[in-house]
């Protein structure tokens, strides 16, 4: 490769998303390629090689590797994002399912680490504020669609206490829970939002 290797280097050992599909990284110790954000230990800068793409680092004799899996991204598939989509719809869903952030990543299958790195990637949020968001949102619903008490709302999205649920709510919609049901068609346009541009 022409570019600089020095350059595409740090770029591994940054694990730059952003050149996920320019190169690849083969590890001459391993026999295996990567793609440059594999979160897998990085090797010796001696013992790395640069690939345009990976038929170059097939035909160098080199395999994919198991964790980042750059013949799924190259397809396409990006598994990542397939974790994170539909445990995002299962929060959407049911946002009381899950206590906390651990409870998550217990969903999810993998560790509270990866867990902040995918809702970071995918939705430019922490798990704890997604989270937070879908139970709002959820309410939001509840409190245009049914007469049921906002007590019992609150906690039938997975907040604790009223007070909490009051505190957030007020917090992500700039009006009470009783405001948002006596006014709910210009309020409309705050679950949108909340549903659009974070969820």
Do not use: W
Request: proline share 5%; with cysteine.
């Amino acid at each position: 490769m022409s570019t600089d290797e020095t350059f595409l280097y740090d770029c591994c050992l940054a694990r730059d998303r952003r050149y996920d599909g320019q190169f690849v990284v083969g590890v001459l110790t391993t026999g295996i390629f990567c793609l440059p954000s594999c979160s897998a230990r990085k090797p010796k800068r001696e013992n790395v090689r640069f690939y345009s793409d990976i038929e170059q680092a097939r035909a160098a004799g080199l395999r994919p590797c198991k964790r980042c899996r750059p013949e799924l991204f190259y397809r396409g598939d990006d598994p990542d994002r397939r974790c994170f989509e539909s445990l995002a719809g299962r929060v959407r869903s049911n946002p009381a399912a899950f206590r906390n952030v651990s409870a998550l990543a217990a969903a999810a299958q993998i560790s509270t680490t990866k867990l902040g790195e995918l809702f970071r990637q995918h939705a430019k949020l922490t798990p704890a504020a997604f989270l937070k968001q879908a139970r709002i949102q959820k309410a939001c619903e509840l409190l245009i669609a049914t007469g049921e008490r906002i007590v019992d709302i609150a906690f039938a999205v997975g907040f604790e206490s009223e007070s909490a649920f009051h505190r957030h709510f007020v917090a992500l919609t700039g009006c009470t829970p009783g405001a948002y049901r006596s006014s709910p068609l210009p309020l409309q346009e705050t679950s949108d939002v909340l549903s659009g541009r974070n969820l």
